[in-house]
């Protein structure tokens, strides 16, 4: 197999060749920080104050090797996850395809909903959630049509630049007038049966699930086709990424702990009425001049995770019917026309079944919190039994990791499905 490891001496230890490779790292933060940051994180901070933070830094240190693994293995072997599903078997492949169809359009649905209710701050006149989500929609394939990669590398950092920047400004803010608890209030534990609902789905989903290490893994030999990647940069801009996925985490937790937590607000079960509220408390609690870098931030968190979803899902998708319909090369337009069948399934769920939306989102959640651990420990056979060159191959101390992970995904699993259906 081809390995992607050459590169001129000077580029392998250049700041600004490390610099300029900045990308599928940052791509994938920007598709984490959606749902399970804004939200997720957000909600941990406002329930239960700061008693969740140290959980979420350990649940993504336990993830890491194996979204780090989509970075090994091409840059080892010079194919992408997906294609290694294959070779382990095509009932891993299938189960693969089957996961990524379903969670491609009911994750895309959900973000363009959450992305066209927040849109709906910066339009003068009253539009309707359908006509804001082609808004939206239209947008993000124009984008895509257009520059298709180097357009998403692009977006994909000033978004999360400008989301970095202005939670930052936030949580200062925040810092300086945190909200006044109301009399007798007690921090409720998460330590709970009660709240074990709660913290599957923000555990299962920080920082996203495992399924996106492949589409970090097909980012990346698209950038290998584009410009000079050595192992070192492709895990600088890994390592970039992941550790400020997980940092904003806290940042988020923070913004939930200091403005909502403790305040008796009822909390909004969706993710649209919740980012709403969000914005609405800031607005009430630091100044009302706030309320649109709030609707700024929140933004560009859910814009940026709908883009690079839409791109990403299609990217495995088309490159899963490559490998099912065993051609040696992808066919040109099948990415593109896989991100118009996803966007047109979204979209019409949004026209029909708007209704059935959350239900929907709340299976495809445990169906990708079910499936992450046999995805971790697939990504964890491929990175072991392939001969990868030693910068990029498995060390002691990651292996060690990696089965410490696999035991927190299986044993919380096993939880779940004891609380879920056995309790």
């Not at 009425?273 to 933004?299: D, K, M, P």
């Not at 814009?303 to 490998?323: K, M, N």
């Not at 491929?382 to 030693?390: A, E, F, N």
């Not at 696999?406 to 779940?416: E, K, Q, R, T």
Request: with cysteine.
């Amino acid at each position: 197999m081809e390995s992607i490891t050459s590169a001129p001496p000077k580029a392998r230890f250049s700041l600004a060749h490390l610099i300029r490779s900045l990308g599928p790292g940052i791509m994938m933060a920007a598709a984490a920080v959606g749902g399970s940051h804004l939200v997720a994180s957000t909600k941990a901070g406002a329930i239960y104050g700061w008693q969740l933070a140290a959980l979420i830094l350990l649940v993504n240190v336990f993830k890491y090797p194996f979204f780090r693994a989509g970075v090994q293995y091409t840059m080892g072997t010079g194919t992408s996850l997906v294609e290694g599903y294959s070779k382990l078997g095509k009932p891993y492949l299938w189960l693969f395809v089957g996961l990524s169809a379903v969670s491609a359009v009911v994750n895309t649905a959900a973000l363009l909903m959450f992305s066209a209710s927040l849109l709906a701050y910066f339009v003068p006149f009253d539009l309707s959630m359908p006509v804001l989500s082609i808004l939206v929609l239209t947008t993000c394939l124009a984008i895509l049509f257009a520059g298709h990669y180097k357009a998403l590398d692009a977006l994909s950092k000033t978004i999360m630049a400008v989301l970095t920047i202005a939670t930052l400004l936030a949580v200062c803010i925040a810092l300086g007038k945190p909200a006044e608890p109301v009399v007798g209030f007690e921090s409720p534990s998460p330590w709970t049966l009660a709240a074990i609902g709660f913290l599957v789905v923000t555990m299962g989903w920080m920082p996203a699930p495992i399924e996106i290490s492949s589409i970090t893994s097909m980012w990346l030999k698209s950038q290998c086709k584009q410009q000079t990647v050595t192992p070192r940069s492709a895990l600088f801009d890994f390592n970039v990424g992941y550790i400020g996925t997980a940092l904003l985490a806290i940042v988020f937790l923070s913004l939930g702990a200091l403005v909502l937590h403790g305040t008796g607000v009822e909390l909004s079960s969706s993710g649209v009425g919740f980012s709403h509220q969000l914005v609405g408390l800031y607005a009430s609690t630091i100044g009302e001049w706030s309320r649109y870098l709030i609707a700024v931030i929140a933004f560009f968190c859910i814009f940026g995770s709908t883009i690079t979803v839409i791109d990403g899902y299609a990217r495995v998708l088309s490159e899963s019917q490559r490998l099912v319909q065993k051609q040696p090369d992808m066919k040109n337009g099948v990415t593109l026309t896989w991100m118009v069948i996803i966007s047109a399934a979204a979209l019409a769920i949004i026209l029909f079944w708007a209704k059935a939306l959350l239900p929907m989102l709340n299976f495809a959640m445990i169906l990708a919190f079910v499936t992450t651990p046999f995805f971790g420990l697939l990504n964890y056979i491929l990175v072991t039994k392939t001969d990868l060159p030693k910068p990029l191959a498995m060390t002691s101390s990651l292996k060690w990791l990696s089965i410490a992970g696999l035991i927190y995904l299986f044993g919380f699993l096993a939880v779940f499905i004891w609380w879920k259906w056995l309790l």
